[in-house]
Structures are given as structure tokens and as C-alpha cells.
């Protein structure tokens, strides 16, 4: 019976023969803190979250010769999850390997740890999350722990800093011998085990009835030196001498958040507090826009005409740049509020207990808790959700999910609804939920309506707390800065080409707007936006120009419309309807090709244009009736 596999090759970092760096792999179970620790040995800055799967790819950092690799975290060799078998191959190609473990659940680590042990591996052991552990009576005896193992073992930066040279010194290349004769080994068991499970070259699911089978028996191979056929046993027993894991027990918050209806009623009381201090009249993300709007489009372009004669170059600055990115970077306020509420779940541990109470939720449309992460991070970056799907174990499950998201309104689409409805509604508020529950609504239909079962879910629910501040702050600086610096470049630049297209003729000479390149181009293409209500050429090229980037078109309405759309409200309903449903940025493709590849990505990229079009045409059609 054939096996459907989807883990597409991975090619791991290999160490170079006569290479003067040493390969040091951090690995563990699934948020554990590796990416965290990454950062701190690296001085980088990897996104992190308080929710397994953050990191989808192995990250490389090379400091004082040593090559860091941060890979997705693993329970065991024997995972079935592309995820999983390239952080296997790390291993298998790495000088040393340092376990990252999460002290508050010690205990699930310990198989993880028995086979890294097993290969006689040069290895450390990071503990995370002590004070946590503290806090809750636990205790841990490093020494006692270290004395068991046979390796080093610390919960300090600085201690593991101090460790870190004498495994590169020892770098025993027979670990990766050893780490490839047992990836080998497994990769064969997992073949074998797969009489055991059926699959459909229709849905891509499988039994999961042949998956522990492969790992059965082989917590150790039998060449382990280090605790012999009762490893598992003794390994348990020494670190149950070494560690005491304290009040176990769910707290009353976690109690009420595992309670799947105050869990959905919180997190739908918290979406509509975000878009109320986003958007509400006289709320702070409306009222620091509003100011912003004053500095940037106001203040700041009457300076820099003071200062500038007239002509193509004030023109440029004034109308091109600060009309066009300048007009985006207004939105840094409500685009806080967002990634604020984001960061929140995420920090706080709600998201993870979300995953938990919504699996049954999804398991209606087809796919699992683990969807939740997918779907939430949608709101922020579709590029960057697309990738956490990699943690599926099904084919059919992951293709699925990556339908959904191409629905998920994104923040960049955030700027575009308020430019198009914000002069029809003295209110926006309304209008803007409205679309982005639609958006929701939109992508569990494309889930329920799609062929094939879902997949179990395999998660560990992260302990609820407040957020550290530090880290909070930290991580909104990330994303702002990251939007600014991507309106800086790619939207200043496409503003300049804009406005050159729309201030010279195909000769190159200077012109009034109307016979520019831009407007020839632009009018050409304008027969597909007619049935919307736009007759504007100026509004289809802004349309147009959000294949490349959404921040692209509120640049371009700004640059080429700065005293607004003048759309009626059917044909403003029918725009914002185009937004929702068209395809995502050249990124969320790309990202897109790289998980699915190219013949899906492009198949879902035109039924996503045709339904754009022919419902966008629809909505006005339906709208303009009682308008």
C-alpha cells in the first residue's frame, strides 16, 4: 500500500570538510524557549511566541566560530511533521547538540532526551522557565540532574556560555554517525509502520493506527551505551530524584480559558474591544490617526513646499512621497492597537488554550485546534501565517488551511477599508468588523466545503500569566518597525514610480495626470473594475497595484486622490468586498509556492481573482438596487 508523504526534501547545514566553524544544533520540544535562547547566544532577533510552532524553518547564526541552528521543535525522532524530520536531519549533521527542556514539564522531554543520549552525543541541557518553576514550589538540582545524565546541565545564559567552547572543543564526529545511523533507522521504521496506516490519494489523511507503532520499542536503539535496554525506566527514575515539578494543578484562570465557551466568549469580547479602541470615534487608535494624519499630510507637506520651489522635484516630495507613504504611515496607530491584541494572546498563553477549545470547533470544518495559530496570525501577516502550516501532518489538511488564509483579512488590508469606507460611515467601526468577521466566516466555509478529513491534534496547553511588559514591547517594536521600514522602501519606491508613470507621456515628456503613462495603462485595464461602480482609472491602478503589496493601494489613493474616492456606497461596499476576497501580496505567494507549490498557489490565486471579480460585481449590482 502506497504512503502519502508530504515533507518535502530538507537539505540541513552540513559542516564542510576543513571548515573552521563548529555546528551546535538547539533543539527540543515544542516551546521550549529554543528561539529565545537563540537569540540571546546570537543577538538576534527571531520572532518568538508563547505557542508551539513558531519557528517552521532551522534559523542559522555563526558567532565566535560556532554556527547556531535553531530548529522547530520535536518530541522524538520518529515525528511524521516536515517540521520534525528537518529538525532530525539538523541533529544528524550537527557537532553538538544542546537540549533546550521547559522545566515546568521536565518530564515530557525525557524521551526527546533518552535519544539524543543514546547517540553518545556531545550535549548539554538547558532548563527553561525556572522561576516559574519556583513560583508554583517546584525544585530542580542541576548537579544532581548533570551527575544522571552524564552531561552538562544549566538554566543560566551565562553558565551555558562557559559550556558551549568545551563542546566545541570536543565536537565528537561520532555523533553524526551515530545521529544518521539512527535517523536512517527510524526513517525505515516509519516506512514499515505504514501497513499500518491507510491513506487516499484524494484527501491526503490517514489511520493514525501505524503512527506510535514506529517509535514502539525503539526509545533506545540497541547500541545505547548509556542505560542499556531499561533506559526509559532509569532515566525517569533518575531525574524524578533530581526534579520535583511542584503544584501541578490548573489555576482558576486556567479554568475558566480551558472552558470552551468562556474561552470563545472572551476571545470574541476581545476582537471587538480591539476594533472598538481601533476604530471607535474619539478612541485611541482613531484619535492618534487623526493626529498623525494632521503631522504627516499637513504640517510636514506644507514644510517641505515652504522649502522646495514649484516644480517636479516639490512635486515629487510633496505629492509622490509624503502623499503616497506618508499617507500609510497615518495608520501606524490603529495598526498598533491590532498587533497589540495579538501580542497579548499570544505572551499571556491564551492562544494556546484557545487551540486547545476550539479543536471541536474545527473539527466541524475539517481541521484542528492548530488551526487557531494558523488563522489568528492571519490578521497580522498572511505570508507569515502560511508558514506555521507546515506543522500539519496531513498534505491534504496543510492545503486546506492555506485556502483559509487567503481570506483572512491581513493588517496591511486594515489601512484600505478605512480609506474606502471611513468617508461613508461617520462611524467605521461597524463597517470595518463587519468585513473581517465576513473574512472569517469566508475562510471556515472554504474549510467545511473542502474534500477530505481533518488530523488529530497532538498540543501541549501553555500555562496562563501576564505578559511580560519587556517582551511586549519588544515584540510591537519588531512588528512597527518592520511595517515602517517596508513603507520606507517598497512603498516609497513604488510611490516614485507611480508618480513618474502619472507625470510624463511614453515620451518622457512632462503632462497633466490625465495623459500619462499611468492613466493609458490604467484605463486600459479599468473595463474589469466598471461592474464595481468605479469609473475612476486613478482607483483601478490602486487596485492593481496591491497585487504587489496592500499598503500599496491606500499609498496610491493618497498620492492620486488626496481629496478622496467620491465612491457611492454600493460601489465603496463593492471595493472593499474586491479587498476582502482578492489574492494576498507577492510575499503570502511566494510563501505560498514554497509550503504548497507552484500548480496549487496558482490555481488558488485565479479562483481567488474570479471570485473577487464576479462577487464584488454582485454586491454592487445588489446594493445599487436599494441606493
Known amino acids: 500500500m502506497s504512503v502519502y508523504s508530504f515533507a518535502r526534501p530538507h537539505r540541513a547545514l552540513p559542516r564542510t570538510k576543513g571548515a573552521s566553524t563548529v555546528k551546535i544544533v538547539l533543539a527540543g520540544n515544542p516551546n521550549a524557549g529554543k528561539t529565545t535562547l537563540f537569540n540571546a547566544l546570537t543577538h538576534s532577533r527571531l520572532k518568538t511566541g508563547n505557542w508551539h510552532g513558531v519557528t517552521t524553518s532551522p534559523a542559522y547564526k555563526t558567532r565566535g566560530g560556532i554556527t547556531y541552528v535553531d530548529v522547530p521543535g520535536l518530541y522524538s525522532f520518529n515525528g511524521y511533521s516536515m517540521e520534525e524530520a528537518c529538525a532530525a536531519e539538523e541533529i544528524a549533521s550537527s557537532d553538538a547538540v544542546i537540549v533546550v527542556a521547559d522545566s515546568l514539564t521536565l518530564l515530557n522531554s525525557l ?32 548537579n544532581a540532574l548533570a551527575s544522571s545524565l552524564g552531561v552538562p546541565v544549566t538554566s543560566s545564559v551565562k553558565q551555558l556560555k562557559k559550556i558551549i567552547p568545551l563542546l566545541a572543543e570536543s565536537g565528537q564526529t561520532h555523533m553524526r554517525s551515530a545521529a544518521a545511523e539512527y535517523y536512517t533507522h527510524t526513517a525505515d521504521g516509519r516506512a514499515s509502520a505504514s501497513d499500518g496506516r491507510t491513506s487516499s490519494a484524494d484527501s491526503g489523511t490517514y489511520a493514525s493506527s501505524g503512527r506510535t507503532q514506529a517509535a514502539h520499542g525503539r526509545f533506545y536503539d540497541a547500541g545505547s551505551r548509556a542505560y542499556g535496554s531499561d533506559g526509559k525506566s532509569r532515566l525517569q527514575s533518575a531525574v524524578n530524584k533530581a526534579y520535583y515539578g511542584g503544584n501541578c494543578g ?193 475562510s471556515l466555509a472554504v474549510c467545511a466545503l473542502w474534500r477530505g478529513e481533518g488530523e488529530d491534534m497532538l498540543s501541549e496547553v501553555t500555562p496562563l500569566g501576564l505578559p511580560s511588559p519587556v517582551v511586549v514591547l519588544k515584540k510591537l517594536f519588531f512588528y512597527i518597525k518592520g511595517f515602517i521600514i517596508k513603507v520606507a522602501t517598497a512603498v516609497m519606491l513604488f510611490c516614485i514610480v507611480s508618480w513618474v508613470l502619472s507625470n510624463f507621456t511614453f515620451a518622457l515628456a512632462p503632462c497633466d495626470v490625465q495623459y500619462s503613462m499611468l492613466a493609458a ?41 488626496p481629496l478622496g474616492t467620491g465612491l457611492e456606497l454600493s460601489s465603496a461596499l463593492a471595493a472593499s468586498t474586491f479587498l476582502l476576497l482578492c489574492p494576498p501580496c507577492i510575499s503570502a505567494f511566494s510563501a505560498s509556492v514554497k509550503e504548497t507549490g507552484l500548480k496549487f498557489s496558482i490555481k488558488l490565486l485565479f479562483l481567488q481573482l474570479v471570485t473577487a471579480f464576479l462577487l464584488s460585481y454582485a454586491v454592487h449590482f445588489l446594493f445599487s438596487l436599494f441606493t
Open 250 to 442: 490548573l489555576t482558576r484562570a486556567e479554568k475558566l480559558f480551558l472552558n470552551r465557551y468562556f474561552a470563545l466568549f472572551f476571545f470574541i469580547f476581545a476582537i471587538l474591544a480591539t476594533f472598538i479602541f481601533a476604530f471607535f470615534p474619539g478612541m485611541p487608535g482613531e484619535y492618534l490617526k487623526g493626529l498623525a494624519e494632521e503631522l504627516i499630510s499637513v504640517k510636514l507637506r506644507a514644510a517641505a513646499a515652504s522649502v522646495l520651489p514649484d516644480g517636479k522635484v516639490q512635486s515629487l516630495l510633496c505629492d509622490g512621497i509624503i502623499g503616497g507613504a506618508g499617507g500609510v504611515l497615518s495608520f501606524v496607530p490603529q495598526l498598533f492597537v491590532l498587533y497589540l491584541f495579538l501580542t497579548l494572546l499570544d505572551e499571556s498563553g491564551v492562544m494556546s488554550a484557545l487551540s486547545f477549545v476550539t479543536d471541536g470547533v474545527f473539527e466541524r470544518v475539517k481541521l484542528s485546534g492548530r488551526a487557531a495559530f494558523s488563522l489568528i496570525s492571519g490578521f497580522g501577516c498572511t505570508a507569515a501565517a502560511i508558514l506555521t502550516t507546515r506543522g500539519f501532518t496531513s498534505k491534504n489538511t496543510q492545503l486546506k488551511a492555506v485556502a483559509a488564509l487567503a481570506y483572512i483579512p491581513c493588517g496591511a488590508k486594515m489601512p484600505v477599508f478605512l480609506t474606502l469606507l471611513s468617508p461613508l460611515f461617520k462611524n467605521p467601526f461597524f463597517a470595518v468588523s463587519a468585513f473581517y468577521f465576513a473574512g472569517v466566516a469566508i
Open 111 to 142: 524521551e526527546f532526551i533518552g535519544q539524543i543520549l543514546s547517540l553518545n552525543a556531545n550535549a548539554a541541557v538547558y532548563l527553561t522557565k525556572i522561576r516559574q518553576l519556583k513560583r508554583r514550589g517546584g525544585r530542580i538540582d542541576e
Open 521 to 561: 495603462i490604467s484605463r486600459a485595464l479599468l473595463p474589469l473594475f466598471l461592474p464595481m461602480g468605479i469609473t475612476d482609472w486613478r482607483l483601478a491602478f490602486a487596485f492593481i497595484s496591491g497585487f504587489s503589496a496592500k499598503e500599496n493601494i491606500a499609498a496610491t489613493i493618497s498620492m492620486l486622490m
